[in-house]
């Protein structure tokens, strides 16, 4: 019932869409039920009068006739085209729905789920339910009107023929309700193979280049000959399900026209019936058994679109695990002191903690650098500070105010991040500079590519800063990559700043411009550096170094190789060439 109740909420907006094509449905029935009468009556009465009163009579029916079939075009087009862009509307509608809540979900969700799942179900199971909007009202509701319509009028005609009539209808209205039921949990798969056969596709779509560079196409086209078999599969189990369901529901219908052209001849024999009326029957038993077919065929639809329904359904009931609590509050007037108190945090419950009770202080205007093995924490102790996960014990707060009374779009848009794996989105260059900024103007982005030494690369380009940088910014090299997202992040100018290892793609000049462009960008801001480049961080105020057992060192770049601690070990490796 909860599926069916946001079913039909998704028709509110377009109830007057929705009402007109009822009404054109009960116009184009009515229509379609009246022909046979009309027969019968010029049958009947009409044709067993003199050629003069024939004459005069059907030429009043003709114009009736043509007047009827003139409203049902215009029903018929209103039903296929508004019918279906009524259709259209609502999958609109519920796509809009899905990317927004797809938006608010927590890096925890896309952790666990590949992107072509899950732009499988924005597509592909979208477009089947809105097929299921469109056709399933209307075809229910014609095909009902036209079984009940045509049903009185067969009891009209002969009631003991009609009731036999309704036994095979009965055996076949069972019969539908059984298969139905078998067929719900195969619909259900064939959604899910589908999925895979998206995610296999966008997997090795993304990764071509690595595909390549390592010959592995073979690999590839057996991982997805493996889920495109699968897939197969599943739809060879529905086709043959729904071979069965047909071919049992058309065996049917014969016995339909077998008891009515038996029990009729009886009726005829015994003179209780004329063969005109018998051949108006069975015109109506046509106009029985058209939505019969209807409905059959709907089947089909019905569990496709149910299915996709559910999937989507699924993915709204997702609640997000990150968001504004009741009465959160804009952080506004920043100043940039940051403190970790007693932070531990796990990826999944069963595991062990990545952070266990890490305490740590960082005064506005500070640049702290984190240092250290991978896998010690330090990427996920920054995602910490932003939100992207949150904290599964202790407090994190910025001037004294905790990050989880504070509301998500300010806190994020006091931050600014340089992340390792640089992500560009399709468009041109101004356009991914421009993403840190909202209605940035020229002169701003143009600066910020200057503090970025990005700045004379782009003007050398033949399209300047309107350059198409492919996707994922494939036709950049990766240190221009990195720098543009540099410039992003000038181009926001938050108060708070975290680098995660945002030199590592750069070349020593180029390094050398950013290391400078990043320390003017540094003045005054509270600034995170996670950094295996230890040249990048020597000016830090702070240089912190975390490993899988926690905080094992602290001190500024002096201090900790004097030390002689784990700092010093890594230092000496890079710049002396000792061997770990």
């Known amino acids: 019932m909860n599926i069916l109740k946001r079913f ?31 027969l019968s009556y010029l049958i009947n009465r009409v044709f067993i009068q003199g050629r003069e009163a024939i004459l005069n009579t059907i030429m009043v029916v003709g114009i009736a006739l043509l007047a009827m079939y003139i409203i049902k075009y215009f029903c018929q087009y209103f039903i296929v085209s508004y019918g279906h862009i009524m259709g259209a509307k609502m999958e609109t509608d519920m796509r809009r729905d899905l990317f927004t809540h797809l938006q608010k979900l927590s890096f925890s969700y896309y952790d666990k789920r590949n992107t072509g799942e899950l732009m499988s179900r924005l597509v592909a199971d979208l477009f089947d339910i809105s097929e299921l909007a469109h056709h399933g009202p209307e075809n229910l509701f014609i095909s009902i009107l036209k079984i009940v319509g045509s049903f009185v009028i067969l009891m009209t005609l002969n009631v003991q023929m009609t009731l036999a009539l309704s036994i095979v209808t009965l055996v076949i209205i069972v019969f539908s309700l059984y298969k139905n039921k078998v067929m719900q949990p195969i619909f259900s798969d064939n959604r899910v193979k589908i999925a895979k056969v998206n995610s296999s596709v966008q997997d090795s779509l993304a990764g071509i280049r690595v595909v390549q560079s390592f010959a592995n196409e073979g690999i590839e086209k057996k991982k997805f000959a493996h889920s495109n078999e699968a897939f197969l599969e599943s739809k060879t189990g529905a086709y043959k399900v729904m071979g069965g369901f047909h071919a049992w529901n058309s065996f049917f219908e014969g016995l339909l026209y077998i008891v009515v052209v038996v029990t009729g001849g009886i009726h005829i024999a015994n003179g209780t019936l004329r063969p005109s009326d018998l051949a108006v029957y069975i015109l109506y038993i046509n106009i029985f058994i058209n939505p019969i077919d209807v409905l059959i065929n709907f089947t089909e639809q019905f569990q496709k679109g149910y299915a996709g329904f559910k999937r989507f359904v699924e993915v709204l009931e997702t609640h997000p695990d990150i968001k504004d609590e009741p009465g959160a509050k804009p952080l506004t007037q920043i100043k940039g002191d940051i403190e970790y108190q007693s932070v531990s945090f796990g990826y999944d419950e069963e595991e062990s903690h990545v952070l266990d009770q890490v305490s740590l202080k960082i005064k506005a205007g500070e640049t702290i650098a984190l240092v250290g093995p991978s896998g010690g924490g330090k990427t996920t102790l920054c995602s910490l500070l932003p939100r992207f996960y949150e904290v599964t014990s202790g407090t994190i707060t910025i001037d004294g105010q905790d990050i989880r009374k504070v509301t998500l779009a300010s806190l994020r848009n006091a931050i600014g991040v340089v992340q390792q794996d640089v992500y560009l989105f399709d468009g041109s260059i101004k356009q991914n500079i421009a993403y840190g900024k909202a ?18 690369f782009i003007s050398s380009l033949e399209e300047g800063y309107d350059t198409y940088v492919g996707e994922r910014g494939v036709r950049l090299s990766g240190g221009q990559k990195q720098r543009l997202s540099i410039a992003r992040v000038f181009l926001k100018n938050p108060p708070i700043l975290i680098l995660d290892e945002a030199t590592s793609a750069l070349d020593n000049e180029s390094e050398r411009y950013i290391q400078k462009s990043l320390e003017e960008l540094a003045q005054n801001r509270t600034t995170i550096v996670i ?28 201090e900790l190789l004097e030390i002689e601690g784990i700092y010093a070990h890594y230092y000496r490796m890079q710049f002396e060439g000792l061997e770990g």
């Open 8 to 38: 039909i909420s998704y028709y509110k907006p377009y109830r007057l869409l929705f009402y007109t094509d009822m009404l054109c449905a009960i116009i184009v029935s009515a229509i379609d039920l009246s022909f046979p009468m009309i």
């Open 439 to 456: 209605g940035a103007t020229d002169e701003e982005i143009i600066e910020a590519a200057k503090k970025a030494n990005i700045h004379e």
């Open 531 to 558: 950094a295996h480049r230890l040249s990048t961080i020597r000016n830090a105020d702070e240089i912190i170094v975390i490993t899988d057992e926690g905080i094992k060192e602290r001190g500024n770049h002096q």
